[in-house]
């Protein structure tokens, strides 16, 4: 009977510690984002955009036929809302992300094709923000409080 209950408890500790293990796969870089690989597209977004032209975000962040692109483009695009929110416009409190898209995009369409080569993509985005920042009054920028 003692040998029953140990092995009981042998067995259901086991089962335990089976079921303690979590496999999570590590995302791996695809061949068309790894840097080190010279044969990728040199038209895709990499960390080291650094310097981005208007032209080269926006044909990314309006693909069509790359999600991965568009997804790419539109974190740059937060960044950018992110670090300007308080001082060049308001707040997420006061537009919601739809409406900041809508007026990044409608800029940089009314924009010439010159400039939006010229120009950087993060001048541009906030060019447009100060355009259309809604009459905000200069405050101390809100952090989502």
């Not at 089976?18 to 790894?34: I, S, V």
């Not at 038209?43 to 962040?61: I, K």
């Not at 568009?70 to 707040?91: M, P």
């Not at 800029?107 to 939006?116: D, I, K, N, T």
């Amino acid at each position: 009977m003692r040998q029953c209950i140990m092995l009981a408890g042998l067995l259901f500790c086991s089962a335990l510690s089976w079921a303690e293990q979590d496999y999570t796969p590590r995302a791996q870089a695809l061949p068309q984002d790894d840097t080190a690989n010279f044969l990728r597209d040199p038209a895709l977004l990499t960390s080291q955009d650094v310097n981005m032209s208007g032209e080269r975000f926006f044909n990314a962040w309006t693909s069509k036929s790359n999600e991965r692109e568009r997804i790419k483009a539109d974190l740059y695009l937060l960044g950018v809302l992110d670090t300007t929110e308080g001082t060049v416009w308001c707040s997420y409190r006061r537009f919601k992300s739809i409406t900041l898209h809508e007026i990044v995009y409608s800029y940089f369409r009314s924009l010439p094709p010159e400039r939006l080569k010229q120009a950087r993509a993060s001048s541009l985005i906030i060019d447009a923000m100060t355009q259309h920042h809604g009459g905000c009054e200069k405050s101390t920028p809100s952090r989502n409080k």
